[in-house]
């Protein structure tokens, strides 16, 4: 299950009626209506590492399905039911699982390779989180950007010491996919096995210095939210009070005296909010691309341009009537903005009762480049 814009992919792996899941994303909807219309029981959950980009949703779905969370046998992994030591092995679902400690990306980093009964010599597949990506790996300088190299030379290790035996034959299930910032350069597709990624991914066709010095040289943004994704993660994530639908629209009198508490955030396009917004709103369009990477700036604009207000506080939403309100506060809550507390449908309303509006020209990339040098 692939999160668009987030990149982020989840997984339902089934056997005999139960079931595991791998990396599930806070709004668990999704995972859930995939296990009943296979007639699955979620019995395990299983968390690759802590992750950096999104709100996981172990807690939330363990406490819907009834089921364990499995996680390495590492501090930095949140509240799990089950710890599993590096090379320890699990009979879960009728399947054979054992955990491989793959520190590099971040030190708790765990993989799991699945082995069928009939086959127990043989790895059936593999879940690589942000480890082994296809095409790439993942960035080694988010613990300590001092310590790239050296993070890099253990996720080289890692890679040939506890993945590679596990044999060509084996199915590469990573985490992420091509558009991550987990990673710098993730190949489009989904699909490997690690007899193809031994052909060209380059933890394999370089050296160890080689690999290392390349990822020294990567330059990949690394958004602030990243360190509240941590601390979230850590306690076991934080489920939704509410489903996105239920998000109220409000009318325009109503909307203006509950979004003083507040960021009113604007969605819509930016011709639209160019020519008629709320005094004080932001806008980001939820329809352009790469809105999951703007978002993770929010908490600066919380602290730095409207400090009164508490970091990654309340949100005020401005869409269009049916139009993006549901698309918005999905990703918001993935990245941890618990408080999008109502939406405005759109600014027809609004001008009728004449209620403040502000009006300004669009500011493109390349005006806001020509600010930035003069200042």
């Known amino acids: 299950m692939k999160t668009p814009g987030l990149a982020h992919i989840a997984y339902l792996l089934g056997n005999k009626g139960e079931a595991i899941v791998v990396d599930p994303r806070r709004d668990i909807d999704e995972v859930l209506a995939a296990a009943r219309e296979r007639d699955l029981v979620i019995k395990f959950i299983l968390e690759t590492h802590r992750h950096e980009d999104f709100v996981i949703g172990s807690g939330a ?15 930095l992994f949140g509240q799990s039911d089950i710890r599993m030591r590096d090379g320890e092995e699990l009979d879960l679902i009728g399947l054979r699982i054992r955990a491989l400690h793959t520190p590099g990306h971040t030190p708790e980093s765990t993989c799991y390779a699945v082995f069928l009964p009939d086959v127990p010599g043989r790895a059936f597949g593999v879940f690589t989180g942000d480890t082994l990506f296809i095409g790439e790996t993942g960035r080694t300088d988010l613990p300590d950007r001092e310590k790239t190299s050296d993070n890099a030379r253990l996720l080289f290790a890692s890679v040939h010491e506890k993945l590679l035996p596990l044999g060509d034959q084996a199915l590469v299930w990573p985490a992420h996919g091509s558009g991550s910032v987990c990673g710098g350069n993730i190949a489009e597709r989904d699909d490997s096995t690690l007899g193809l990624e031994r052909a060209y991914n380059p933890v394999f066709v370089r050296s160890a210095d080689d690999f290392a010095r390349a990822k020294v040289a990567e330059r990949i943004p690394r958004p602030p939210y990243f360190s509240l994704m941590e601390r979230l993660n850590l306690e076991g994530g934080k489920p939704l009070s509410v489903k996105p639908g239920e998000v109220p629209f409000l009318p325009p009198s109503k909307f203006a005296s509950e979004s003083k508490q507040g960021l009113v955030l604007d969605a819509r396009d930016p011709e639209a909010f160019a020519s008629g917004h709320l005094p004080g709103s932001l806008n980001l369009w939820f329809a352009g691309l790469p809105v999951y990477m703007y978002v993770g700036y929010l908490d600066e604009h919380f602290e730095k341009v409207q400090p009164a207000l508490p970091r990654h506080g309340r949100i005020a939403l401005v869409c269009s009537v049916g139009h993006r309100a549901g698309l918005a506060t999905s990703v918001l809550r993935r990245r941890g903005f618990t408080e999008v507390a109502n939406v405005l449908g759109g600014m027809t309303a609004w001008g009728k ?4 509006t502000k009006q300004g020209p669009e500011r493109t990339i390349a005006t806001m480049d020509i600010e930035g040098a003069r200042r």
Do not use: N
């Open 61 to 75: 779905l363990a406490k819907a399905a009834g089921a364990k969370i499995v996680s390495g046998d590492h501090p």
């Open 353 to 356: 009762l004449g209620l403040p």
